[in-house]
């Protein structure tokens, strides 16, 4: 048998790319649209009729506000739309329309410069004369009154207040603002034939910096005429922009009367949520203490160094202090400059940022005597302050981007890790929330440009909240099926790696039992599915969980259901079980992720995503649940339980492929890998179960305004690999030109697949995620001498800026009964060429 050392990770065979082939979805006719077509007289007056009154509407709501000596709105009148739901918003562009953001069931929220919507009564008069070309009215099924848009733009709670609304209450709230314009998103340009990738690349680039400008063109203005009309209600704040790629949102305190001005009359909103105070919980029980007779070291230099942004760390703890960058030191918290964690220094909560550090440095356990060298680097950004809160007054998204720009983008030594435990203590709501939260998006958009990964814990459920539903009569597992029970925001985040609490304890005695039993969900992890029926969280780590007064039902936290922390000291022990929380599971994870960075650093940080999803197994039979209990595992646990050891090594019986640089794909284009399988594997004399399992971990530039996954994106990806009985000719032949099956027997049983209701796990499917794993147990005869896999991209909101990914693809003997690794690596060593030296390379600087 090999040495442990020799396990390492193996480079994924060259790809081929081409121009990926994809059939038309068969979509059914939308008979609205064909009804409006025959029937272009009837149709055409009733939008004439609909526009008109609108347009009467506004001028006059316009000149009220003119005779009241408030500043003047140019242009931008708000219309909501009814549209073909199964049409391309673009169109609506060509009618005169700027399109704000796009709702549900077709919904759209429009702007146009011009109140008597003069363009788009011409083209309804040419739909009418059945003028060449002069369809689109017809995918238009309806403009919609004023009170119809708002409920649209306003959160939940606060179109329920809105006709009440007091004028002279003070309110905050965060307001996002659309600034495309009337600008349709370029697309990616095509290449001309004998020109250089470098004269290319230039060409996008130019694309992209003018697609920008005319952007914040559009942007500046209409923070002016924001400012404008909010001065009038409120001279004194200042204002703190956060841009995404086609508009921009603030965080304002402002009296009701100005709230209902500008939500009424500016036309470029699209959302207007009233800001929560965030406060993390942190629960405590047992502080005995522990005596240590311990020495700590310093981590090796060039080791990875993850972020912890939280309440602050106590930099000079015995246990931490040796990993500290003390001088990176960051605090984000208003009027205050120490990064310390203030939280807990009377010596019973203990802290909560250096608890969260000691996880990210310990894992599962924390050791009391010998000496030992600590892994990672660890960097503080403080943003919760001494009562464990973020304030009012402080931007989380805004707290995001200075944290990157300073420890990625401008760091001599880069963080790619990011350990985020913070989160509302409400859950995230899809009535509340229409679009990807600003906080959410902010995660996103920097995983896309700086290479980072952040790991987010999926929130816990208030105490007082489960105390209210175990005496409402819903007991554990039930009240996982009630709203309460869902993630908090951000942790919906499509790039984050979500991560939910497992119980570690079967704790039980004459007066507690614990409320989950080894493995199973804890009592307080918040579930999903996430935005957009999204897997989330993507995976579990032990949080601890609680216990239940068998009597009264009261719960507890004994140390035999907590999890082993670092606590704030000398005022406390240095370490205690007296913590239980998604905010101490989350952590676990990021010191996997950094696990692999050690491995792996210049791999991107999607690759370290890729392999804690890859490592991770659910830590149930699946086999034996029924189809609503494989929904709701999927829904508290994602993929699983990641392990340290699969995630960073492999073994005799288990060999994983990787792709060690981040590739960059277009819409409309196909990456093939194919993997040699040897004939050990193959043989018929021997039927060895072969579980094949496949992560893509991809990211693409966001866009709030869109909903839906393949609109948010600018470009979407998936995978698709071979079949069974399937050449790698053949394969070929599917991805480039057919889309079809030409000599295969059918598909192998995937886990999730690619429709809600193909696979084991209904409701889901992979197409919906940004990190898409799948799995099946292959019988070894089943497997040809070529196994591929190719990575495709599809269209999203906008062509002009690629996806980039990276993947992951491991065989595994589960029964250990063939040792491939060393067949599987044999067969598919490469002879080294120019474009495989960056890869090479990689693999050798491992650490």
């Known amino acids: 048998m090999a040495d442990t050392k020799d396990f390492m990770h193996l480079p994924m065979p060259l790809k081929e790319d081409g121009r990926a082939f994809y059939r038309r979805p068969s979509m059914p006719p939308q008979t609205q649209t064909a009804q409006n077509q025959q029937n272009r007289q009837t149709h055409g007056a009733n939008l004439k009729r609909s526009a008109s009154t609108l347009s009467h509407f506004w001028n006059n709501r316009r000149n009220k506000r ?11 009148f708000p219309f909501l739309l009814q549209i073909d739901p199964s049409t391309d918003v673009e169109f609506l562009y060509g009618l005169g329309f700027e399109v704000v953001c796009d709702l549900d069931d077709g919904f759209i929220v429009v702007a146009s410069e011009d109140a008597d919507l003069n363009l788009f009564q011409q083209k309804v008069n040419s739909f009418i004369s059945n003028k060449r070309r002069s369809g689109s009215p017809a995918k238009i099924y309806g403009l919609c009154s004023e009170a119809d848009r708002l409920p649209h733009i306003l959160s939940k709670s606060l179109y329920e207040k809105w006709a009440t609304l007091d004028d002279t209450n003070v309110f905050t709230v965060d307001i996002s603002i659309e600034c495309n314009g009337l600008t349709r998103t370029p697309e990616l340009p095509s290449r001309i034939e004998g020109e250089s990738e470098d004269a290319y690349n230039v060409r996008c680039n130019d694309a992209i910096s003018k697609h920008y400008v005319a952007i914040d063109e559009v942007a500046r203005k209409r923070q002016e005429q924001f400012e404008n009309i909010v001065s ?9 922009y956060i841009d995404d790629v086609d508009s921009f949102s603030v965080r304002i305190t402002i009296n009701g009367s100005g709230l209902r001005d500008l ?5 470029y909103i699209f959302e207007v949520i009233e800001s929560v105070e965030i406060e993390m919980e942190l629960a405590n029980a047992n502080i005995s203490q522990i005596s240590e007779d311990l020495t700590v070291n310093s981590p090796p230099e060039g080791s990875p160094i993850v972020c912890v942004i939280d309440s602050g760390i106590q930099e000079n703890h015995i246990y931490i202090a040796p990993a500290v960058l003390a001088n990176d030191s960051l605090c984000l918290v208003p009027h205050e400059t120490s990064a310390n964690d203030e939280y807990g220094l009377d010596g019973v909560t203990g802290g909560h940022g250096t608890r969260v550090a000691g996880a990210v440095l310990y894992h599962n356990s924390i050791p009391t005597s010998g000496s030992i060298i600590l892994p990672y680097f660890i960097r503080n950004a403080r943003v919760l302050d001494n009562n464990n809160r973020l304030p009012m007054n402080a931007n989380p998204s805004q707290a995001i981007d200075n944290i990157v720009m300073k420890f990625a983008n401008n760091a ?4 790619k890790i990011y350990n985020h435990s913070i989160g509302e203590r409400l859950p995230f709501d899809g009535e509340q929330f229409k679009h990807m939260s600003i906080w959410a998006t902010k995660i996103d958009s920097v995983s896309y440009e700086s290479d980072v990964l952040f790991i987010q814990a999926a929130g816990n459920i208030n105490l007082e909240v489960l105390n209210g539903l175990i005496g409402a009569g819903f007991s554990y597992p039930q009240y996982f099926y009630e709203k309460p029970s869902r993630l908090s925001n951000p942790a919906q985040s499509l790039q984050a790696l979500t991560v939910g609490s497992i119980s570690h304890s079967d704790f039980e005695d004459e007066d507690y039992v614990a409320v989950g039993k080894t493995n199973e969900i804890s009592s307080f992890s918040r579930i999903g599915p996430g935005i957009w029926d999204s897997i989330k969280p993507d995976v579990v780590e032990y949080g601890g969980t609680y216990a239940i007064n068998k009597g009264d039902n009261t719960l507890t936290m004994p140390e035999d259901v907590c999890t082993d922390l670092i606590r704030t ?42 392999l804690v999803a890859q490592s991770a197994r659910l830590p149930k039979d699946i086999s034996r649940l029924t189809i609503e209990q494989k929904q709701m595992l999927m829904r508290q646990m994602g993929y699983g339980l990641p392990d340290l050891g699969k995630a960073t090594q492999n073994n005799d019986y288990r060999a994983t492929f990787v792709t060690t640089i981040a590739y960059d794909i277009g819409a409309g284009e196909a990456h093939i890998y194919p993997i040699n399988i040897p004939e050990i594997m193959r043989s018929i004399g021997e039927d060895y179960n072969i579980l094949v399992e496949i992560t893509l971990s991809y990211a693409a530039k966001p866009r709030r305004t ?28 599917r991805v480039f030109e057919t889309d079809r099956s030409i000599q295969d027997e059918g598909s192998y049983r995937w886990a999730i697949r690619e429709q809600d209701n193909w696979g084991d796990f209904k409701g889901f499917n992979r197409r919906r995620q940004t990190l898409q794993k799948d799995w099946c147990i292959i019988k070894s005869s089943q497997l040809n001498d070529t196994f591929c896999i190719a990575v495709r991209g599809h269209k999203g909101w906008g062509s002009l800026f690629k996806a980039k990914y990276a993947l992951a693809v491991s065989f595994e003997a589960i029964d250990q009964n063939l040792e491939l690794y060393e067949h599987i690596r044999l067969s598919n060593v490469r002879i080294e060429t120019p474009e495989l030296r960056v890869e090479i390379d990689d693999f050798a600087e491992r650490g």
């Not at 009038?232 to 703190?240: A, D, I, K, L, P």
């Not at 001599?412 to 963080?415: D, G, I, R, V």
């Not at 996954?709 to 990806?717: A, E, G, P």
């Open 412 to 415: 001599t030594a880069k963080s």
């Open 232 to 240: 009038v209600y409120n001279e004194s704040q200042g204002f703190e």
């Open 569 to 610: 000291s000398p005022q406390g022990p240095a370490h205690a079980k007296d913590g239980i929380g998604t905010s101490f599971a989350a952590p676990k994870v990021a010191h996997i992720a950094a696990a692999i960075q050690k491995e792996l650093p210049n791999a991107p940080a999607l690759l370290y995503r890729a």
């Open 706 to 733: 869109r909903r839906g996954v393949r609109n948010y994106m600018s470009t979407w990806l998936d995978w698709v690999c071979s079949r069974k009985g399937e050449s790698e000719e053949a394969f070929k032949q």
């Open 263 to 267: 939500v009424h009359n500016f036309g």
């Open 66 to 76: 003119k005779q009241q000596n408030l500043p003047v709105i140019e242009g931008g």
